[in-house]
């Protein structure tokens, strides 16, 4: 799975013109948005300077500001990122799925593998959403709302019997789960093969969402 920082091509929805220069930059700007995740997860978003990050892809600090207008540009890159990511896959899946227990497989498929791709991005959504403007925080909800609609929709086909508000509660707990894995990963010694996570992770949603 691609990661979700580049998804848009230059990590902010804005699409450069196809020449070497202009790959040259979405390629600059897509490694500080994965260094500055990084970064983020690991000192937190407060302790991370414009000089930190230019130094994670060998810049100087005030060359980061030729692609983000500053620190917290690069946060709401990267939470705005990931979540319109989020959708946009959701989508896919259910463009291509032929039936409702096809798309929830294939959903809880593809939030595993983000969530084994972009750990950091879960640590960074977690900690650090507050410190987004107004703005910013409400695309970056209001883009999550939606993905979250998607699941609640195919889970009320499957269980039709269930109340939505039961629906959307077991969709969150499935997220509160698969979203856990950064932290658990993070323990020494305690990670098994990612295949083993990847298989673990698929059934516990599953059995979670439609039990």
Not at 12 to 33: F, H, M, N, S, Y
Not at 90 to 108: G, H, K, N, W, Y
Not at 142 to 161: A, F, G, I, K, N
Request: aromatic share 6%.
């Amino acid at each position: 799975m691609a990661s979700t920082l580049d998804a848009q091509g230059d990590g902010a929805g804005v699409l450069l013109p196809r020449t070497e220069r202009g790959r040259q930059k979405a390629d600059r700007r897509a490694a500080i948005l994965s260094a500055a995740a990084t970064l983020f997860a690991e000192r937190g978003y407060a302790g991370v300077t414009i000089e930190d990050l230019g130094a994670a892809v060998g810049v100087s600090g005030p060359a980061v500001y030729r692609h983000f207008p500053g620190k917290a540009a690069v946060l709401a890159a990267i939470l705005q990122g990931a979540s319109q990511a989020l959708l946009d896959g959701a989508e896919r899946v259910l463009e291509e799925s032929p039936d409702a227990a096809s798309t929830l497989r294939s959903l809880i498929r593809f939030h595993v593998a983000f969530a084994l791709s972009d750990a950091d991005v879960i640590v960074v959504q977690d900690r650090e959403l507050e410190q987004l403007d107004r703005g910013a925080r409400h695309e970056v909800r209001s883009l999550q709302r939606r993905y979250v609609e998607h699941w609640v929709d195919t889970l009320s086909r499957l269980r039709p019997d269930r109340a939505e508000t039961e629906l959307r509660f077991r969709a969150h707990a499935a997220f509160g789960l698969l979203n856990s894995t950064p932290h658990s990963a993070r323990i020494p010694g305690r990670r098994p093969a990612d295949g083993t996570i990847r298989g673990i992770l698929e059934e516990m949603a599953w059995a979670s969402l439609m039990s």
